[in-house]
């Protein structure tokens, strides 16, 4: 299945951005495993993104961008999250369109 046929209708090419809710990550770590260029487990055993500069953003509600070639990487993630913490939503609006409050 291709990342097209996965992605919510309306959401197409625009930017997307991903952030972690870490009052919920469990620390498995599923999605350093799925995505290790957006997210990493830090020193505390949660899961936190990355900035495109691959420093680890560790402010609360922290957002990277979601870029296109690891979209279905990040929305797997988001999908297999066991803590449902896992947060895709488009820069435009900020509607979450993968993730546990996604439509």
Do not use: N
């Amino acid at each position: 299945m291709t990342v097209q046929q996965d992605a919510p209708t309306g959401s197409g090419t625009q930017d997307l951005e991903v952030w972690i809710d870490q009052d919920l990550c469990t620390g498995d770590g599923i999605c350093v495993q799925y995505a290790p260029e957006v997210f990493e487990l830090d020193i505390d055993g949660l899961a936190y993104v990355k900035s495109s500069d691959d420093e680890l953003l560790q402010e609360k509600g922290a957002t990277t961008p979601v870029p296109l070639p690891l979209l279905q990487d990040v929305v797997d993630s988001a999908k297999e999250c066991p803590g449902d913490c896992i947060h895709v939503r488009r820069v435009s609006d900020r509607v979450e369109v993968y993730g546990p409050e996604a439509a």
